[in-house]
């Protein structure tokens, strides 16, 4: 599965991984200059993910059921973020 994300600086989207509903939140951090993604289930939440590049951005979290990787050359800032591929593992 592959998320895409829009260029929009706030964005909630819900999808269902092993038959489990996960909400996300997307979000630029106009301040610093990144992106990060909220992940929420069932009372589970995990906030401030970073999004960045060539690395599983969920491997902090083993309650995640998934893996979770963008193979861009660069991370997404915020005119960008339209590009980034979020591969769901």
């Known amino acids: 599965m592959t998320i895409t994300f829009s260029n929009n600086s706030w964005q909630k989207f819900s999808t269902t991984i092993n038959e489990i509903n996960y909400d996300f939140t997307a979000s630029y951090n106009s301040t610093y200059g990144f992106w990060t993604l ?17 690395i599983d951005i969920f491997r902090a979290f083993p309650e995640l059921p998934f893996s979770g990787i963008c193979n861009n050359p660069e991370d997404p800032n915020r005119d960008n973020i339209n590009l980034y591929e979020l591969e769901i593992l």
């Open 38 to 54: 909220n992940v929420e289930t069932d009372g589970f939440i995990v906030n401030g993910i970073n999004l960045v590049c060539g």
